[in-house]
């Protein structure tokens, strides 16, 4: 059974620090691009964060460039969001998805790239972040 649980949300104050976790289950990791969204009230969810896992591929939104990173552990199949010097602008819901069953390693990098929300087939149920002083 395929699996997406995220975790590691809260409040924080602006300028400071979260690691979100999503912890995979029921498919291989290194068969697919996976990626961070976040959708604030309002608004468009929006892709921030994506790794092509089996070439260690990194890419980020101009949103989030310099502040967040995007890591795995493949010892606990397990992708991380490393978010530092938050603002209450980074306010949100995040989501991590991966790629569709199939998807070739050239589409992956393509999908990274452009990190649309039509393109990734699973989803986990998400984690809030709020920075607010």
């Known amino acids: 059974q395929v699996q997406l649980v995220e975790s590691g949300g809260g409040l924080v104050q602006p300028g400071g620090s979260l690691r979100l976790s999503c912890a995979a289950s029921?498919?291989?990791?290194?068969?697919?691009?996976i990626a961070w969204f976040r959708q604030a009230p309002g608004k468009e969810r929006e892709g921030i964060s994506c790794m092509v896992t089996s070439d260690g591929g990194t890419y980020y939104a101009d949103s989030v460039k310099g502040r967040f990173t995007i890591s795995r552990d493949n010892s606990k199949n397990t992708v991380y969001l490393q978010m530092n010097s938050l603002k209450p602008e980074d306010t949100a819901n995040y989501y991590c998805?991966?790629?569709?069953?199939?998807?070739?390693?050239?589409?992956?990098?393509?999908?990274?790239?452009?990190?649309?929300?039509?393109?990734?087939?699973?989803w986990g149920q998400g984690t809030q972040v709020t920075v607010s002083a």
């Open positions: 998805a991966i790629t569709r069953v199939g998807t070739g390693y050239v589409q992956r990098r393509l999908i990274c790239g452009r990190r649309r929300r039509a393109d990734f087939g699973f």
């Open positions: 029921g498919f291989t990791l290194d068969a697919h691009a």
